[in-house]
């Protein structure tokens, strides 16, 4: 493949933030064993008071069923490389022969069935 100019690179980190931060602090009281919840793409971003609330609570998380854990992870790798696209399209974004999208995911997913999943991205 020839191209005219370098690719353009952009990173992905697909990342929910209070899942991070409340793992984090988990870390710092000393609670190593627990039961992930599901993350929420949009979630308003929670307090360091809300978490360790939350935390000091130890609630069952709700379950995760059938293929929500896929679903889930569906609508957050598309969340975020729709708003990649959407930057990319913006004014004054270089133009480029190619565009590669790279993605870090960090989505909490236990037990994702990585195929069913892909498959699923492409209905979102």
Request: charge should be neutral; proline fraction near 6%.
């Amino acid at each position: 493949m020839f191209c005219l100019t370098a690719p353009s690179y952009q990173a992905c980190v697909i990342l929910a933030e209070n899942v991070a931060h409340e793992s984090t602090l988990r870390a710092t009281v000393g609670q190593n064993t627990y039961l992930m919840r599901s993350a929420v793409v949009g979630e308003p971003r929670k307090s360091k008071k809300q978490l360790l609330a939350e935390i000091e609570e130890d609630r069952m998380p709700p379950p995760m069923m059938g293929d929500s854990v896929e679903r889930a992870w569906a609508e957050a790798i598309a969340h975020f490389v729709d708003n990649k696209v959407a930057s990319a399209k913006k004014p004054g974004y270089a133009a480029h022969d190619e565009h590669w999208l790279v993605i870090y995911d960090n989505w909490p997913a236990p037990a994702l069935q990585r195929q069913l999943a892909l498959s699923l991205c492409k209905s979102v």
